[in-house]
């Protein structure tokens, strides 16, 4: 099998495994005051710590979640529901953990959503025309997890430096493949997972910059200082940890590589003859998400053929209940008949140029034998 969907979720590292599952000896609470209990709240502020250190935040600063979903929902219900009726931006490309919790609480505020052009990118006059004396948020996704577009996001952040508007970046596909660094970013508030980065599915941070006042979203004890209650998932957090040392130590590398496999995948649907065209803005993007337009074959009709194949990509479109929508991205982007036909690969360094070659290979057999039916 082939696996081209890194963007959706990546394999947990066993490395990092195997070096969490040494730390089950330290099973106390990290709220007990014994020893066991503060052994477990040592263990737990010492991988905070290292958490902080990778994005450049202190690790006050540091929410533990349960993955970047709620991290996404505490950054945006936290503020906004400190106000009444506040204004808030966002964008029309979001993930969906931020398009629908904006939707969500479109009765409760009055959203702004910047609409990105053909490129993928917002315009940064848009951003400074829509900004009023009560915005209170802008959400931002820093590299789109359909196109892998990368927002304008340091002027963005000279555009909001001297206001009270609190920056909220979705930085899930970021951390690896562009500087996460809060502190040059300028974000008030950013969310990671775990899961993007080699690391387990079910844990993420927010970062939420000291002196934000942040209104808890789960009642219970005082756990991460009463902004997330709930005892801390202590094992999962050192392997959040460690998968960001790892992606630190790797960075440079993993993106050359990745880099050279897109290029590579590009080249060779060329050389194939294989009609397509990009989505989005090819010199800002991360080297590990592609969106690519095939004229000749259907969204669904194309994942499956492919799964059969046993390639894995992703559609890049929500399911519900059983109806397949037009990703909202590349229709905000392009057009709903441009969506219907566009298809996203993601890549990691753990693929190799074989399943690269293979990959167009399958996509050529397909495309020809689509065109001896048509
Ligand atoms: N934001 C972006 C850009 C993502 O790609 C994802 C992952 O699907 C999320 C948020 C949600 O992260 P999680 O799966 O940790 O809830």
Redesign the pocket.
């Known amino acids: 099998a082939i696996y081209l969907d890194y963007?959706?979720s990546t394999p947990f590292d066993r490395d990092i495994l195997s070096a969490v599952f040494e730390s089950t000896d330290t099973y106390g609470n990290p709220s007990s005051t014994h020893k066991l209990g503060k052994e477990a709240k040592s263990m737990l502020e010492t991988n905070r710590a290292k958490i902080a250190k990778y994005i450049n935040a202190s690790p006050q600063e540091i929410i533990i979640t349960s993955?970047?979903?709620?991290a996404?929902n505490l950054a945006i219900k936290g503020i906004v529901n400190q106000h009444d009726r506040p204004h808030v931006i966002t964008t029309n490309v979001e993930?969906s953990?931020?398009k629908s919790t904006y939707e969500l609480l479109e009765s409760q505020c009055d959203v702004t959503y910047l609409q990105v052009k053909e490129n993928g990118r917002i315009d940064i006059e848009d951003l400074k025309h829509a900004l009023r004396e009560d915005t209170v948020l802008v959400s931002i996704?820093l590299i789109?997890?359909e196109t892998g577009v990368i927002q304008p996001v340091y002027e963005i952040a000279e555009v909001l430096k001297d206001r009270d508007t609190l920056l909220h970046l979705?930085a899930?596909?970021s951390f690896g493949h562009v500087d996460v660094d809060v502190e040059a970013l300028g974000a008030d508030l950013l969310?990671l997972?775990a899961?993007?980065i080699y690391g387990p599915?079910g844990v993420?941070i927010l970062y939420c910059k000291k002196n934000t006042k942040l209104n808890s979203l789960i009642t219970g004890g005082l756990h991460e200082a009463g902004r997330r209650a709930g005892t801390e998932n202590n094992m999962w957090t050192g392997a959040m940890a460690l998968a960001m040392e790892k992606v630190v130590e790797n960075k440079t590398e993993r993106n050359i590589k990745e880099m050279q496999l897109k290029e590579l995948f590009l080249n060779e649907l060329q050389v194939n003859a294989i009609p397509f065209d990009v989505n989005g803005d090819v010199n800002h993007a991360s080297p590990h998400i592609l969106n690519v337009y095939f004229p000749w074959v259907d969204v669904q009709v194309l994942l499956t053929a492919l799964d059969l194949r046993d390639v894995y990509i992703s559609g890049g479109s929500a399911c519900n209940s059983g109806s397949v929508k037009p990703s909202h991205v590349i229709t905000a982007m392009y057009d709903d008949a441009r969506a219907s036909h566009s298809v996203r690969f993601s890549f990691s360094y753990l693929n190799t140029e074989e399943e690269i070659k293979e990959t167009v290979k399958v996509l050529k057999s397909i495309y020809e034998s689509l065109k001896a039916t048509a």
């Open positions: 963007a959706a993955g970047a979903t709620e996404n993930h953990s931020v996704i789109n997890n979705d899930v596909q969310s997972s899961h993007k599915k993420g």
